[in-house]
């Protein structure tokens, strides 16, 4: 058993509302939310005032991801706009920055959660293990949807796996980029609990199927 978190990166800008509810009526789990600032990555997305927008119409988790530098001069925004789970990058900011945005973002009552990208090793995520509630392993290089699923990505999350279960047990690991009908199973094999799904999921023929298939 997995989560799937839809992005809505893939998303019909100008039927948010219609694609946001349409994808809690196909059973999804949470609704996955990219921001990026085009300066840690090359695009330019979605930012608070449409986090808020988005909480007023789905009581879905929210899970941002923030491809934003130095994400801790807008943690409390983005919480105040409804995250329920805030992901910041490893590479976004010093590593004291960092875990002080980690101890922020749990001190407002949102789940804190880590991000590597392909480049960064398991070992990087070492000293954010007992802050965070969650850990994101990119499955492609961070900016874009629809890129090639990185399946040299896996030993990572099995090497994160080993290094939770002896300080954090209970933190999810989360995989992001790629995600569909081919790449989703050898995910869970590996250990990834949450599944980011942009464009597969808004492709797919039949998107209830599909949300049970990256369920199941
Ligand atoms: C990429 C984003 C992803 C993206 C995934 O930087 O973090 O969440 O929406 O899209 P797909 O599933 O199309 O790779
Ligand atoms: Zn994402």
């Known amino acids: ?8 990166l893939s998303a019909d800008f100008v039927n948010l509302e219609r694609d946001i509810r349409d994808i809690r009526d196909n059973g999804a789990d949470w609704l996955h939310v990219d921001v ?71 001190a407002l009552g949102c789940k804190s959660a880590v991000s590597l990208k392909p480049g960064t090793s398991a070992e990087e995520a070492r000293p954010y293990l007992e802050k965070c509630d969650m850990i994101l392993v990119m499955t492609v290089e961070p900016g874009f949807g629809g890129q090639k699923f990185m399946a040299d990505m896996m030993p990572k999350l099995q090497a994160l796996r080993r290094m939770l279960d002896a300080v954090n047990p209970g933190c999810l690991l989360e995989v992001d980029g790629g995600v569909d009908a ?35």
């Not at 989560?3 to 809505?8: C, D, G, L, R, V």
């Not at 943690?75 to 101890?103: P, Q, R, S, Y």
């Open 36 to 106: 990026m600032d085009g300066m840690f990555v090359p695009n330019i997305t979605i930012g608070i005032p449409v986090v808020r927008a988005i909480r007023r119409v789905t009581d879905l988790p929210l899970d941002v991801h923030l491809m934003i530098r130095q994400p801790i001069r807008y943690a409390e925004a983005f919480i105040k706009a409804g995250a329920d789970w805030l992901c910041i990058h490893v590479e976004a900011d010093t590593l004291e920055n960092n875990l002080a945005c980690l101890d922020k973002i749990r």
């Open 1 to 8: 058993m997995a989560y799937i978190a839809p992005s809505i």
């Open 182 to 216: 081919n790449t989703h199973a050898i995910c869970k094999e590996n250990g990834a609990q949450v599944l980011v799904t942009g464009s597969a999921y808004f492709k797919a023929a039949d998107r209830k199927a599909f949300v049970r298939m990256i369920q199941g």
